[in-house]
């Protein structure tokens, strides 16, 4: 009996094997025959390159080490062998590694995203179209990055480059962003508004051959060069300079090359600039600031064999130095103001002259400065020749600062009524070939001389000035509100006869004629104004004009007959009495009889006066 019940058990357990061999049967062959499914559940986090598909896209799984296509988050490895690759994943991935051991070629065909970019080895042939986007840093130490190819987008605040002097086709920057070796674009540079590239003692290029453009709406800076490179002849490249605390280059390449360089925008440079043909004789290369007129401010500008600066109507601030003397400087109607403090303006007389030129800061001339229309020294700054060097302006000074000119000739040829104005000092030689010539009242001229050519009208003080006058015979020398204390003096060279009015003065005050140290006369102010002549020609004579401080004549005379007068009625009245002894003359009659030499004495005095 209980050997029938074990039996019985032992049935029913192999049934229930039977039952679960026959449901697990199945679920085996699943297994056997779909083995990715396992896989699936694995978390790959790094995949490397093998190239054992059947083709050379990435998003071929076979072509992984792992028979797994790469996901987003993953990290590509290229590390071994030849096999190229075409990078067709668009996705957003970790880590991208080239090794040294990798000899291949990878083509993208896609635009991806990484953490960061490091290449050792292999040729990277990126593209005009898809971008390659950093978050931290790109590493090129080795292998070939194919020149003007791929578009690397710098994605994040921090992140830095180092490019073993690669030439992407195209950089934008989109977070604050450091190179810390050469890179030369074949195409465009962005950087995105607040953004700033800091470029580390190396050179960042941009080739403009494909119509290569800068667009920087936030900042370059750095101690290394931004050098435009500019191919073709006569293109026309457009670029935002914007803010450009760096060296600038801009320059032309290739052979026979004449290009032009036209800002779209104002723009800051707190580096210096450099404008030439990289010594190429024929080359030209033009920064034009556009009919628009954007504004150029910069630490310094150099203007070099081949190089042309149009200035349009703009403004153009140099805080440093300026040296256009070997290129070309188109003024147009610009200004060109220099700030800085003990800096120097070289030009080229024939083709560099400035329009407006205004310094607002202490600047020295390295060359003979001609500007064409007016010059302007602010309050408190300075403009000094240098040794030998002559400034001609063609309209008008405006000087409220000093102009040194160190024994120097600056001339004034132009069509203004007033050439001189403003409350500053000269110290040197001024030739006026304007007519008439009117100098401002406020004007202060010392030393050296004054040279007119034609009719004189001068307001100002002359603090013993050399006065050259060459006017024609009879044209007038007006001399206006003369004031140096009580007196002024001028010395004037003339070819013939000239007449000299000498006006603004005080009426009622007597003044004196010195010439060459002698007196000539002493004349009372009527109406403000005296008036003489003095004939030629002749040499040089020094002309002074001294109030006379004594007491007029007219109350000399006036006096002196006042006592005549006096002396002659008493001794008519003592001649009277002694011939009749004995008629007494009463106070009355004695008091008439003064009277009426009083009377007598004053009309006397009158006509003198009128007299005189």
Not at 306 to 323: C, F, K, P
């Amino acid at each position: 009996m209980q050997n029938t019940r074990i039996k019985s058990v032992g049935v029913v357990i192999a049934l229930i094997c039977a039952g679960l061999f026959a449901l697990i049967a199945p679920l085996g062959m699943a297994v056997q025959d779909y083995p990715v499914n396992y896989a699936h559940t694995l978390a790959i986090d790094s995949h490397t390159w093998d190239g054992g598909g059947a083709n050379a896209l990435a998003s071929t799984k076979e072509n992984w080490a792992t028979d797994i296509a790469p996901t987003a988050g993953d990290a590509i490895v290229y590390d071994a062998g030849s096999s190229a690759s075409t990078f067709d994943l668009a996705l957003s991935l970790g880590s991208f590694t080239i090794t040294a051991g990798y000899s291949g070629t990878i083509t993208i065909g896609a635009s991806y995203t990484v953490t960061s970019y490091a290449q050792a080895g292999g040729v990277y042939t990126g593209s005009e179209t898809y971008t390659m986007s950093v978050s931290t840093t790109f590493a090129v130490s080795g292998g070939t990055w194919t020149p003007n190819k791929g578009i690397i987008i710098f994605s994040t605040d921090g992140a830095s480059a180092s490019g073993n002097d690669i030439s992407p086709y195209g950089i934008i920057v989109n977070g604050n962003t450091t190179f810390t070796e050469k890179f030369t674009l074949s195409n465009n540079l962005a950087i995105a508004s607040g953004k700033v590239l800091t470029v580390t003692g190396v050179q960042l290029g941009l080739k403009t051959y494909n119509g290569g453009a800068l667009t920087n709406s936030g900042a370059i800076v750095g101690t290394g060069q931004l050098a435009i490179y500019n191919y073709g002849s006569g293109s026309v490249v457009s670029m935002s300079f914007g803010l450009t605390d760096i060296g600038v280059w801009i320059t032309e390449w290739s052979p026979n090359g004449h290009t032009t360089v036209r800002t779209n925008s104002d723009s800051v440079f707190l580096g210096s600039v450099a404008v030439d043909s990289n010594g190429d004789p024929v080359n030209t290369v033009t920064l034009d600031l556009s009919t628009t007129n954007y504004n150029l401010s910069t630490a310094s500008m150099t203007i070099g064999a081949g190089g042309i600066l149009l200035g349009r109507g703009s403004t153009i601030t140099v805080s440093g130095n300026w040296d256009s003397s070997a290129g070309t400087f188109t003024a147009g109607t610009s200004t060109l103001v220099m700030s800085g403090t003990t800096k120097t303006i070289k030009t080229a007389n024939t083709n560099g002259a400035p329009y407006d030129l205004q310094i607002s800061g202490a600047i020295t001339t390295l060359s003979s400065l001609n500007v064409t229309n007016d010059l302007t020294i602010d309050s408190g700054k300075s403009l000094t020749l240098g040794s030998g060097k002559t400034l001609g302006v063609t309209n008008e000074i405006i000087n409220n600062g000093a102009i040194h000119q160190a024994g120097n000739v600056i001339e004034i040829a132009g069509p203004s009524a007033t050439p001189l104005k403003g409350y500053g000092t000269f110290d040197g030689n001024l030739y006026l070939n304007v007519s008439p010539v009117n100098l401002d009242v406020q004007t202060s001229l010392s030393t050296g001389y004054l040279h007119f050519t034609k009719i004189v009208n001068i307001t100002t003080s002359l603090n013993g000035c050399y006065l050259i006058v060459t006017p024609s015979t009879g044209q007038t020398v007006n001399l206006t509100g003369l004031t140096l204390g009580d007196s002024a003096s001028w010395t004037v060279t003339s070819t013939g006869q000239v007449d000299f009015t000498v006006s603004g003065l005080m009426s009622g005050i007597w003044y004196d004629l010195i010439i060459d140290g002698n007196q000539q006369w002493t004349k009372k102010v009527i109406q403000g104004t005296i008036s003489f002549n003095y004939p030629g020609p002749w040499s040089p004579h020094t002309f002074e004009l001294t109030e006379n401080p004594q007491v007029s004549p007219v109350i000399y005379v006036t006096l002196l007959m006042l006592v005549i007068g006096i002396l002659i009625g008493i001794i008519g009245v003592v001649v009277h009495l002694a011939k009749n002894p004995r008629e007494q003359l009463t106070i009355k009659e004695l008091i008439k009889l003064i009277l009426y030499i009083l009377i007598g004495v004053s009309m006397l005095g009158a006509i003198y006066s009128i007299a005189i």
